[in-house]
């Protein structure tokens, strides 16, 4: 199984590039992690959200790999428990497909998007800036990769 992010927003700050890639790296042998950056749509005065958010949509969905299981994080999602987390991530092994997990615009995700969507997961209540979920996102599978092979980086 392959994982691909697709994350709307383009140019992180370099801290972020760093260590999406660091986590990346360490993932590579349990589970290769691809980052597809999303451009948002035009927003601004009398520019229209809805059709900013339909555009995001569009390319989102276009981004996806065949037949994945989607993933959207969202703060109305199901907050998973690290050890949660890894046996999502083992169900999705068994599953054969790809996985693609989706970070939306400012808005949030268009409804074609949310249609699409296998699952729905949050990162707790907080507003998280969206360049940092992919990082935090990164982070996470590496620790429910971890987790599954035993490995010591997680320790409860």
């Given amino acids: 199984m ?14 972020v590039s760093t260590g999406f890639a660091e986590y990346r790296k360490r993932l590579a042998h349990w589970l290769p992690l691809e980052l597809v950056e999303v451009p948002p749509g035009l927003r601004g005065k009398n520019r229209d959200v809805a059709r900013a ?3 995001e949509g569009g ?12 993933v959207m994080l969202d703060g109305g ?3 998973w428990s690290s050890e949660e987390l890894a046996q999502r991530l083992e169900h999705w092994r068994t599953q054969g497909r790809d996985l693609a997990l989706l970070v939306g615009g400012p808005e949030g995700h268009a ?11 949050s990162l707790g209540p907080l507003t998280l800036p969206h360049m940092l979920v992919r990082l935090l996102v990164a982070e996470q599978l590496y ?8 490995h ?5």
Avoid: C, I, Q
Avoid at 2 to 15: H, I, Q, T
Avoid at 113 to 118: F, K, M, P, S, T
């Fill in 2 to 15: 392959k994982a691909r992010l697709v994350a709307v927003g383009e140019r992180p700050p370099a801290w």
């Fill in 53 to 55: 958010m339909a555009d």
């Fill in 59 to 70: 390319r989102v969905l276009a981004a996806l790999p065949r037949s994945a299981t989607v």
């Fill in 77 to 79: 999602g199901r907050a």
């Fill in 111 to 121: 409804p074609d998007v949310r249609a699409r969507a296998d699952e729905s997961w």
């Fill in 143 to 150: 620790r429910a990769a971890a987790l599954l092979a035993n």
């Fill in 152 to 156: 010591p980086y997680h320790r409860a």
